[in-house]
């Protein structure tokens, strides 16, 4: 079966640079790759995706690359704020089967 | 929270209890998932539904069962609640359209089993 790795999984950066999280995924069959941010005592959020048939997304400050041949997808958030501080999973999808990664506790310092 | 409401928020029982977690959405969206979510393993899938009635084992569903009547219910049960099931629980839900689709995370409900 599909399984995610991530990584760092924990993330300190300075208000105004930029953060990496890098996931990488075992099934070449998966062709959908979200990226959720969760804030403590909520819910994950969807804050953007990707398709197979795509290598790069962004919006606004928010960029997520896939390259399939490796089997590896980032997420890039420039500009970083406080409220960027949360907990951030990969996902790797075929279908309406998703598999996580453990996440990345990401704080940005004022 | 997209339309999703999950119901406790909070519980804490003892062992060997049984214990019932609602979750209740307003998309009229085809698919529903029961997620765990523990520290250090993310978000793993309990069960899911693809329809009234129609419902499926995740990876973790040992000493889990579900149940959907209606649409817009799915309720995760416990028969017989462990240690090991204290987490927290989040309901999910997607449009069922094909490749793809985009899931949406309730508020969640946080389970400890005494």
């Known amino acids: 079966g599909e399984n995610v790795e991530q990584h760092p999984s924990t993330l300190s950066v300075q208000e105004g640079d930029s953060a990496v999280i890098k996931c990488t995924y075992s099934?070449?069959?998966?062709?959908?790759f979200p990226w959720y941010k969760q804030e403590l005592g909520k819910g994950p959020q969807l804050i953007i995706d990707i398709r197979s048939n795509v290598g790069e997304k962004k919006d606004q400050r928010i960029a997520v690359t896939l390259n399939k041949t490796a089997k590896h997808f980032s997420l890039h958030i420039t500009e970083t704020q406080p409220e960027d501080s949360a907990v951030y999973f990969c996902?790797?999808?075929?279908?309406?089967?998703?598999?996580f990664g453990p996440g990345t506790r990401l704080s940005v310092l004022p | 929270d997209a339309g999703i409401t999950q119901s406790p928020r909070h519980k804490v029982t003892e062992t060997g209890t049984p214990v019932t977690l609602r979750c209740h959405q307003t998309e009229n969206h085809r698919y529903m998932y029961w997620y765990r979510q523990d520290p250090g393993h993310g978000l793993r899938l309990i069960h899911y539904s693809y329809g009234v009635k129609d419902t499926d084992k995740g990876e973790v569903s040992d000493g889990y069962s579900v149940s959907r009547s209606k649409t817009e219910d799915f309720l995760l049960t416990l028969e017989s609640a462990t240690s090991s099931q204290t987490s927290v629980y989040f309901c999910?839900?997607?449009?069922?359209?094909?490749?793809?689709?985009?899931?949406?995370f309730g508020p969640g409900t946080r389970l400890t089993v005494l």
């Open positions: 999910a839900i997607s449009e069922g359209t094909g490749v793809g689709d985009t899931q949406y």
């Open positions: 099934d070449s069959a998966s062709n959908y």
């Open positions: 996902a790797a999808a075929y279908g309406q089967n998703f598999v």
